[in-house]
């Protein structure tokens, strides 16, 4: 069971870290997605609970690093620049590596934490 949390107000140009108790396995990704309303749920970041080899959307590059704590089973999602348009809400998810499809389709993960709710104000 996931779950997620660190979501809340916060003025544009904040920061922000959501933490994910997740269930790391070594063969396992872990992601982060977020769904605004009326949106479909977009891949924002993605690291490998084995080498920690990380992924990125190209709109929270350079504004988002995920990391993930192996001794703790966290994933980690520290946030800043943040602009109004980067408010939803917030999911991790993991799935094994490998596979068909790619990691940042949210179809691909197999277990998610319920969202927390990310707001920005402008």
């Known amino acids: 069971q996931l779950q997620a949390s660190g979501g809340g107000l916060v003025q544009a140009g904040g920061s922000l870290r959501l933490s994910c108790a997740a269930s790391?396995?070594?063969?396992?990704?872990s992601g982060w997605f977020r769904q605004a309303p009326g949106k479909e749920r977009d891949f924002i970041a993605a690291?490998?609970?084995?080498?920690?080899?990380?992924y990125y959307d190209d709109s929270v590059k350079g504004r988002c690093t995920i990391s993930r704590d192996k001794a703790k089973n966290m994933v980690y999602l520290q946030m800043s620049s943040l602009k109004p348009e980067d408010t939803a809400v917030y999911y991790c998810a993991t799935r094994e590596s490998g596979g068909t499809v790619d990691y940042t389709r949210a179809y691909g993960y197999a277990y998610w934490g319920q969202g927390t709710q990310v707001t920005v104000s402008s």
């Open positions: 690291i490998s609970w084995n080498v920690g080899t990380t």
């Open positions: 790391g396995r070594t063969n396992w990704i």
